[in-house]
């Protein structure tokens, strides 16, 4: 493999891993959905896991990747309200996973960061 395509497969393999567990442990991801959406919340989980694996599937493929990598980024910001309600949600919840929670909100830049990277790259 390419040195150069070594980021966007990491990517699309993280996508698709992500994807994969929207729909194999679906009760984790419900949580992220905040109530004032229509519908259930297990078909967001659903939806959102649909949409992580397209745009891995994307990211993969090199005729795709530009485009991949810009939706990858747009996702990863899309997903940023989710984990900003974790968050508050976890304001109860003993140290550790609080700040686990609090943790990984400022995660979520190194991702974009990473997604336009593979985009200018693609």
Same mark, same amino acid.
Request: charge should be positive; glycine fraction near 12%.
């Given at each position: 493999? &390419? ?7 990491? #990517?699309? !393999?993280?996508?698709?891993?992500? !994807?994969? #567990?929207?729909?194999? %442990? ?5 949580? $992220? ?6 519908? *259930?919340? =297990?078909?967001?989980?659903? @939806?959102? @896991? %649909? ?5 891995? +599937?994307? %990211?993969?493929?090199?005729?795709? =990747? ?5 939706? /990858?980024?747009? $996702?990863?910001? !899309? ?7 974790? &968050?508050?949600? +976890? *304001? +109860?919840?003993? /140290? ?6 609090? @943790? ?10 990473? /997604? ?5 790259? @693609?």
């Amino acid at each position: 493999m &390419a040195n150069s395509q070594r980021p966007a497969h990491f #990517l699309a !393999g993280a996508l698709g891993v992500m !994807g994969v #567990l929207h729909f194999a %442990v679906p009760k984790p991801f419900d949580g $992220l959905i905040p109530a004032s959406l229509p519908g *259930s919340r =297990r078909a967001w989980t659903y @939806g959102s @896991g %649909v949409a992580e694996l397209a745009v891995g +599937a994307a %990211v993969a493929h090199p005729r795709t =990747r530009r485009l991949g990598g810009l939706a /990858a980024a747009l $996702l990863f910001l !899309g997903v940023f309200p989710g984990n900003v309600k974790m &968050a508050m949600d +976890a *304001s +109860a919840a003993p /140290a550790p996973q609080r700040a686990i929670a609090w @943790g990984r909100l400022p995660l979520q830049w190194p991702l974009i960061a990473w /997604a336009l990277k593979v985009r200018d790259r @693609g």
